[in-house]
């Protein structure tokens, strides 16, 4: 017999059991190359406050069966929300709001014989359950990756009914945290497909140059199922390169290709190839760019050629919207904008933005530097919050790791030195490693500090030894007062790396005039000084190998209360919410056009 505290432990493992389940799961490699139905589009949706719809199982979506029956809600006839988008920018009610909405919408999916079915999200923000037919599927947490769940089983050809609660709380265990310096945007923020495959399909693959080897084009695919002797062919027409191999007991297929003709991507001359993959009974293709980067002592080598990084930031916002950027039309926004500048390279902040982006950066020529929203404050102590930096990790590099324009992982934004954070960002940084190295991993550190007896700038965390390249922000004639003139500002950081100040700035209110050495004059003038001496700073940092201004567009954040000059607006921007270049714009391009 079982007694009451194991029948308690045997209960509580079955529950835990199923609710681990219904994780979703990390997607297959390249869904924009694969056959989708888009369920973006008006969503129904009910805003629930104060969290009764679970409760209610309004996931059920019920009606009146008989005289006495009624329910207290219905989706049909009320509130209508784009998807994808966020839902702050949809309605004033919701600018500032946190908690949960409900989505549903209904979809009809005919079958193909013998083939699979999966509902994929690019990104609900920040945590979610999804429920089918009034059955819950699958729950995801983090806001900036992707996942998917099959329901191949659960669908119906017609009329499925589909819910998802969405939840954009603050949660001291959560990445980012309780508090950050952009907008806490809500909602179904990217596309919804329904991907559609055969029973055993490509699942994954990895074609990549060799790091250092530049003729050598390592390439690993994973079918769908554990099948052995299941044929592969890899073809890339261009180079006339193409192979037959038989899967091992895992469905997997490890090769390389030799060839003396790749020409290599590069910002000025971003070539990709089309590379096709196909199996008995599935086939996909893909533009795969190849490059090497690698660093040697102070340098950063592209292609054998050290470089230096023209970089630029920007959130995946929309100022001009005031919401989240979500399309194609979004990306090239964004990044024109950063082209017009002159940079080679963007630094994403500070989460994974949308594939669009991704993937237009990578045509246009831009080497890209992604991260996870491990953003100060974040609760190192904790295991289940490591447990889901590791997975953000995981989620972001499977989407991503076919993108040459990739360069540099990001583990984490200004984090303050301590055993737990060490732990914590070690285990992100082997994550990474045991998926792909190819990348130079990267951190951003915010502890550079003047040092009065040595008269220089120095700092002293030494997990920086940890890391590919090193990177800093600091706010010099902003946060922190100039302790000797620019031009005599002396660095010692990170010697024998390379070192990216990845952060540098201060605000201006665009149009505004104003004193240009008294900081609070919020003008243009002021912000136009600050790069000036910056930019005469960064001549006396001797492993400098690449700078990225803060930031590109003026964001909303909540930081920001000054009631004229900011207006819940971080002012940091190159460019206005509205899009007006500032003055210090011109002073950036010209540097980079300099480099
Ligand atoms: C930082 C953060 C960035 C902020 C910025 C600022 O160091 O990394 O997310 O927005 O400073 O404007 O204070």
Redesign the pocket.
Same mark, same amino acid.
């Given at each position: 017999m079982i007694k009451l505290n194991n029948l308690h432990f045997v209960l509580s493992l079955f529950f835990s059991l199923m609710v681990a389940n219904l994780f979703a799961q990390q997607t297959m490699t390249n869904v924009y190359g694969r056959r989708v139905q888009s369920l973006n589009g008006k969503w129904d949706a009910i805003v629930d406050l104060y969290d009764q719809g679970k409760k209610n199982k309004i996931y059920l979506n019920k009606k009146p069966e008989n005289k006495t029956d009624f329910y207290e809600y219905a989706f049909e006839n009320g509130l209508r929300l784009n998807v994808p988008s966020d839902w702050n920018s949809q309605m004033p009610e919701l600018k500032y709001y946190e908690g949960t909405i409900w989505y549903a919408r209904r979809f009809d999916a005919a079958k193909d014989r013998g083939g699979r079915l999966f509902l994929y999200f690019g990104a609900v923000s920040y945590r979610c359950r999804i429920y089918l037919n009034g059955q819950e599927i699958a729950q995801h947490e983090g806001g900036f990756t992707p996942f998917q769940v099959e329901i191949t089983d659960a669908v119906k050809e017609k009329n499925n009914f589909l819910a998802v609660e969405v939840n954009n709380t603050r949660r001291v265990d959560a990445i980012p945290a309780m508090a =950050? +310096? %952009?907008w806490n945007y809500g909602g179904i923020t990217r596309d919804v497909f329904l991907i559609r495959t055969p029973s055993v399909f490509i699942d994954d693959y990895f074609i990549q140059l060799d790091k250092t080897g530049a003729d050598k084009i390592n390439a690993s695919v994973k079918l769908s199922e554990k099948k052995a002797n299941i044929p592969v062919t890899i073809e890339i027409p261009e180079l006339q390169l193409k192979q037959t191999l038989m899967t091992d007991a895992h469905g997997e297929i490890k090769t390389a290709f030799v060839s003396q003709k790749i020409k290599r991507w590069s910002p000025s001359a971003p070539t990709l190839y089309q590379v096709k993959i196909s199996s008995p009974d599935d086939q996909i293709e893909e533009e795969i760019g190849f490059r090497n980067v690698w660093v040697k002592g102070e340098d950063v080598y592209l292609n054998g050629q050290s470089i230096f990084l023209k970089s630029i930031s920007f959130h995946e916002e929309i100022p001009q919207r005031r919401g989240r950027a979500f399309s194609q039309a979004d990306a090239a926004m964004l990044l024109s904008e950063a082209k017009a500048l002159g940079c080679n390279m963007i630094r994403l902040?500070?989460y994974p933005q949308n594939e669009h982006i991704v993937r237009m950066a990578e045509k246009m020529g831009f080497l890209l530097w992604e991260e996870i929203p491990v %953003?100060?404050g974040i609760d190192f102590d904790n295991e289940a919050t490591e447990e889901k930096a590791t997975k953000m990790m995981r989620e972001m590099v499977a989407r991503d790791k076919n993108r040459c324009a990739l360069t540099f992982w990001g583990v984490a &934004? $200004?984090t303050q030195p301590s055993e737990s954070r060490n732990t914590f960002i070690r285990q992100l940084i082997a994550t990474c490693r045991s998926m792909d190295t190819t990348r130079l991993i990267t951190a951003?550190f +915010?502890l550079v500090r003047f040092d009065k007896e040595r008269q220089m700038f120095v700092m002293d965390d030494p997990f920086i030894k940890e890391l590919d390249v090193v990177a800093v &922000?600091k *706010?010099m004639g %902003? *946060?922190h007062p100039w302790p000797v003139a620019p031009d005599k500002a002396k660095w010692e950081v990170a010697k024998g790396q390379p070192l990216i100040i !990845? $952060?540098f700035?201060g $605000?201006a209110l665009s149009g505004k005039t104003g004193d240009a050495d008294v900081v609070s004059s919020w003008s243009e003038d002021y912000q136009a000084t600050l790069y000036k001496n910056n930019l005469e700073m960064f001549k006396h940092i001797p492993n400098l190998r690449g700078t990225s201004p %803060?930031?590109l567009f003026d964001?909303r !954040?909540p =930081?920001r209360f000054h009631p004229t000059n900011q207006e819940g607006w971080?002012r940091?921007g190159l460019i206005s919410d509205q899009g007006y270049r500032k003055k210090a714009w011109f002073l950036m391009k010209a540097y980079y056009d300099s480099k």
């Open positions: =950050f +310096d %952009w902040a500070h %953003w100060q &934004n $200004e951003a +915010d &922000n *706010y %902003w *946060y !990845s $952060e700035g $605000e %803060w930031v964001f !954040s =930081f971080n940091k």
